[in-house]
């Protein structure tokens, strides 16, 4: 189980979660695929069915807590192991919204690396106004592709999440920034954390003759992942924010940035 | 336990139409555990069904995932959750009792293809009435219209039973239609035929004795009726809000074989 435990990658949407995929994946010895989008979905039912239903579980149904938690794995895991089987490779899976879930993820995968990639909230928040994502049920644009301030509340949640997880002993974090500015010292370290070998190293510093732009659905940045790691995205806030949007983000997102030193 | 779901059989129809009387009796079985709602069957099933219709194409391009392993993951999942007790002898039937199961027993049909279905039918107006002593709140304090007036509490038992009309038919003989007058007028026969269809033989110990321990949460609002012998007093309980009927209310009683 140790071994084989799969990696969970997240971070804030529009923060360069699908490059760190398209890298991860060209390690050759671990295999991440495009968004499956169940793990999200998963953890919150299983943090929903243990804060509601486990005493009765518990009492009524013979599931220990523990249990709980390894049926919610099981079920997980079930999702990845074709893909596994197919590749020989261990399983990381990276869906932005995994990083909202990472303590309970923790509970049910108390051996997984759990990776997050953060980057500056402007920037986030900037690209995620140029996406045209719609909500699937209503067919109305999101509310964080249109609206600054939403945008910047789901950043915050999302670095919030990723700091509450800096004791963890598995936790990794990199920032966006350093990734494409320093692409080999950061790579290096993502795959030291990850027990990644030389040979990995460069293999997923040519990450992109390798991806495979067309996988997935909605990954917005397949076909920029596709081409070499650049700087041209960082700061692009500044020419895409216009004032009432700064402000507005930094009145949401002010300490959170201060933190992390972007402001 | 059983991967296609052999076994197990679920509860399901408008509340407050004797579900929890249901279990009373069942759970003094020996081979049956019935206990108290969990609601993870519809919960589980809707995520399923979510999981197959939007994302069935990215999981079978991109995960070499087929539908069959998606559907045996959730369906493992909550037999893994709930099925616990069916590893210890002499359980053999595991009863889930949740009323809102009735919503899932399409997707629980095609999860589950050896479980079995009961649907509990009560009179709609007694089940109204029933409805209208509850307090029951939403998420932001306020009463639920279906609580709160006759209108809405008849209507809420039209389209649940509608619901359930429509779970019988498409199951046929994988669902079993149990009527609360039945069951608390000739319990002895209507449990016969209930365990039956369940795979199993009568057993006077439906009929023993239950403590309030064995019941939690909304269960506990019947407990008076719950702890005593079975009784029909509250059989024509909402005789009262006939005034209420509407033409849809009263074809869906017809239908059931209530008389208006």
Redesign the interface.
């Known amino acids: 189980m140790t071994r084989s435990a799969p990696i969970f990658i997240g971070g804030a949407p529009r923060s360069g979660t699908t490059l760190l995929r398209a890298i991860v994946n060209a390690s050759g010895t671990i295999a991440c ?2 968004e ?3 793990v999200p ?2 953890a919150a ?1 299983s943090a ?2 243990e804060a ?2 486990m005493p ?2 518990q009492a ?4 220990a807590p523990a ?2 938690h ?3 794995a ?2 997980i895991n ?3 192991e ?2 596994a089987e ?1 590749t020989g490779r261990r399983v990381a899976e990276k869906t932005p919204a995994n990083i909202l879930h990472f303590a309970q993820l923790r509970r049910l995968f108390p051996h997984s690396p759990l990776v997050a990639i953060v980057r500056d909230g402007r920037d986030v928040v900037a690209s995620l106004l140029s996406m045209d994502w719609t909500d ?1 049920r209503t067919g109305a644009p999101m509310d964080i592709v249109r609206d600054a301030g939403a945008a910047a509340r789901l950043w915050v949640a999302s670095i919030e999440a990723g700091e509450a997880m800096r004791g963890d002993p598995n936790y990794f974090e990199l920032r966006y920034e350093s990734l494409v500015t320093h692409p080999r010292d950061t790579i290096s370290g993502l795959f030291a954390f990850l027990g990644q070998d030389q040979e990995a190293i460069e293999a997923a510093l040519d990450h992109a003759s390798g991806f495979e732009a067309g ?3 909605n990954e917005s940045s397949a076909e920029r992942v596709s081409r070499p790691i650049d700087t041209a995205a960082i700061g692009r806030w500044e020419s895409d924010l216009d004032q009432l949007q700064r402000n507005l983000v930094l009145s949401i997102a002010g300490p959170a940035l201060s933190r992390l030193g972007y402001v | 336990m059983s991967e296609d779901g052999s076994g197990y059989v679920f509860l399901g129809g408008v509340p407050r139409s004797g579900l929890t009387l249901l279990r009373r009796l069942l759970m003094g079985h020996p081979a049956i555990h019935c206990g108290p709602d969990t609601g993870l069957p519809t919960s589980i099933a809707m995520q399923w069904q979510n999981f197959a219709r939007s994302l069935g194409d990215l999981h079978r391009r991109d995960f070499t995932l087929e539908d069959n392993q998606v559907r045996n993951a959730m369906a493992g999942l909550l037999t893994g959750l709930i099925g616990e007790k069916l590893k210890v002898a002499p359980k053999t039937v595991l009863v889930e009792k949740t009323s809102l199961n009735i919503l899932a027993f399409g997707p629980l049909a095609e999860m589950f293809p050896a479980a079995r279905f009961v649907h509990v039918v009560r009179d709609g107006r007694d089940v109204a009435a029933s409805l209208l002593r509850r307090s029951w709140t939403g998420p932001d304090g306020r009463a639920f219209a279906h609580v709160s007036r006759p209108d809405a509490a008849l209507q809420y038992w039209t389209d649940l039973s509608a619901i359930g009309l429509g779970a019988e038919e498409a199951l046929g003989d994988r669902c079993l239609r149990v009527t609360y007058e039945d069951l608390v007028r000739a319990p002895k026969r209507t449990l016969t035929a209930l365990l039956r269809f369940a795979g199993l033989d009568f057993d006077k110990a439906v009929f023993g004795e239950v403590a309030e321990g064995d019941f939690t949460a909304l269960e506990r609002d019947s407990l008076p009726l719950l702890l005593g012998p079975v009784v029909r007093t509250q059989i024509g309980a909402g005789k009262a809000l006939d005034r209420h009927l509407t033409p849809q209310v009263r074809a869906r009683l017809t239908e059931l074989g209530y008389r208006v």
């Open positions: 695929g495009p499956a989008r169940i979905a998963l039912l929903q069915v509601m239903h009765v579980l009524q149904y013979g599931l249990a709980l390894d049926r919610f099981t079920a079930a999702f990845f074709p893909m197919a699937a996988a997935g659905e």
